[in-house]
């Protein structure tokens, strides 16, 4: 009976990339506006930010 807007944890998934999902997130409490707590707010971030994007920023700024 969760809805993802409503449980209060972090929703960071736990299970490995390649693996079907379990559905065991990590459940810490949640950044304010997030829907993870600090720790995987931080990777959510960087994942944002792979090697491509930053090449492409590069090029766009010269
Ligand atoms: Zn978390």
């Given amino acids: 009976m969760f809805h993802s807007s409503k449980s209060g944890g972090c929703q960071w998934p736990m299970w490995p990339h390649d693996a079907a999902p379990n559905h065991q997130y990590c459940g ?35």
Avoid at 31 to 60: M, W
């Fill in 28 to 62: 810490r409490r949640r950044k304010e506006n997030s829907s993870y707590c600090p720790e995987h707010y931080q990777l959510s971030i960087r994942s944002g930010e792979d090697e491509d994007t930053a090449v492409f920023v590069r090029r766009k700024a010269a």
